[in-house]
Antibody, heavy 122, light 114 residues
Framework: EVQLVESGGVVVQPGGSLRLSCAASGFTFDDYTMHWVRQAPGKGLEWVSLISWDGGSTYYADSVKGRFTISRDNSKNSLYLQMNSLRTEDTALYYC???????????????WGQGTLVTVSS | DIVMTQTPLSLSVTPGQPASISCKSSQSLLHSDGKTYLYWYLQKPGQPPQLLIYEVSNRFSGVPDRFSGSGSGTDFTLKISRVEAEDVGVYYCMQSIQLPPGLTFGGGTKVEIK
């Protein structure tokens, strides 16, 4: 059974930094592209970033480019999101998610974690 | 960037009746590899989204056959043949044809039971 468990969400002040983690199990982690997707309270879904199965390629939404960094440690079956220069508009539930196909940079998402809440507020 | 537009914004359906949701993309989702990169998700209250339909019309593992997807190019439809109480939530369409920009979601359609 695929399991994705996010952690690291807290209340942080504008301009602050935070690192989210996602622990993966139930599949061969280093075969798949992984994603971060966020959802502001009461709003829709916004894709944030992806990283290829080997960590060699990363992409970001324009809204976070230059501030967020995605990374992974395949030896630990873990995905990360380093978030710097946080803004109030970054307040959201952040989901870790698995891509559908092995060794493809982008296809779609088939499994999601439960999410971790990041609140940016003074 | 590709814009995904869903209609209606919300839907109130009597159990056992059909429901239909439309999704239009600002450019074609047909890739040169022959696949159309359009997906449907359902987010039930308090839960993460779950994949229903992939590549326009293929049901994901475990999805009941009352859900079906159709369409091509830029116009797509999700149909529920007979709505059940467990189908309540927000339905999202999503495209993934190009990088950048990556994944783009529609604004969502909220389905509730009358």
């Amino acid at each position: 059974e695929v399991q994705l468990v996010e952690s690291g969400g807290v209340v942080v002040q504008p301009g602050g930094s935070l690192r989210l983690s996602c622990a993966a199990s139930g599949f061969t982690f280093d075969d798949y592209t992984m994603h971060w997707v966020r959802q502001a309270p009461g709003k829709g879904l916004e894709w944030v970033s992806l990283i290829s199965w080997d960590g060699g390629s990363t992409y970001y939404a324009d809204s976070v480019k230059g501030r967020f960094t995605i990374s992974r440690d395949n030896s630990k079956n873990s995905l990360y999101l380093q978030m710097n220069s946080l803004r109030t508009e970054d307040t959201a539930l952040y989901y870790c998610a698995k891509d559908t196909r092995q060794y493809q940079l982008l296809n779609a998402i088939d499994y999601w974690g439960q999410g971790t809440l990041v609140t940016v507020s003074s | 960037d590709i814009v995904m537009t869903q209609t209606p914004l919300s839907l109130s359906v009597t159990p056992g009746q059909p429901a239909s949701i439309s999704c239009k993309s600002s450019q074609s989702l047909l890739h040169s590899d022959g696949k159309t990169y359009l997906y449907w998700y359902l987010q039930k209250p308090g839960q993460p989204p779950q994949l229903l339909i992939y590549e326009v019309s293929n049901r994901f593992s475990g999805v009941p056959d009352r859900f079906s997807g159709s369409g091509s190019g830029t116009d797509f439809t999700l149909k529920i043949s007979r709505v059940e109480a467990e189908d309540v939530g927000v339905y999202y369409c999503m495209q993934s044809i190009q990088l950048p920009p990556g994944l783009t979601f529609g604004g969502g359609t909220k389905v509730e039971i009358k």
